[in-house]
């Protein structure tokens, strides 16, 4: 799966983005995906992750009430609705095939990323 995020900008604290991730292959729409962001010196975390169908989503407990991830299988795409950004969220955001149960990325390969970037 080649992976490719995109919406990303400079917004003030409070306001909304929507991400995209246009991914290519026959496997995605039998995958479960995530979005996991990187934020200068520090370590890459998950945000949020959706199973394969849909029907199953989980949040990080710093965005759980602000961020929503969805998907559209048909259009191979997923999706992350940012809304109440705050400075902390500013990062690289990437997607990546993910393990709900471990919150974890299944692929070595990121893709390319999207920069977020909140103002106080």
């Known amino acids: 799966v080649q992976l490719q995020a995109s919406g990303g900008g400079l917004v003030q604290a409070g306001g909304s983005l929507k991400l995209s991730c246009a991914a290519s292959g026959r496997s995605f729409s039998t995958r479960s995906m995530g979005w996991f962001r990187q934020a200068p010196g520090k370590e890459r975390e998950f945000v949020a992750g959706?199973?394969?169908?849909?029907?199953?989503?989980y949040y990080a407990d710093s965005v759980r009430g602000r961020f929503t991830i969805s998907r559209d299988n048909a259009e191979n795409t997923v999706y992350l609705q940012m809304n109440s950004l705050k400075p902390e969220d500013t990062a690289v955001y990437y997607c990546a095939p993910v393990s709900l149960s471990t919150r974890m990325p299944t692929s070595d390969y990121w893709g390319q990323g999207t920069q977020v970037t909140v103002s106080s």
């Open positions: 959706i199973s394969w169908s849909g029907g199953l989503t």
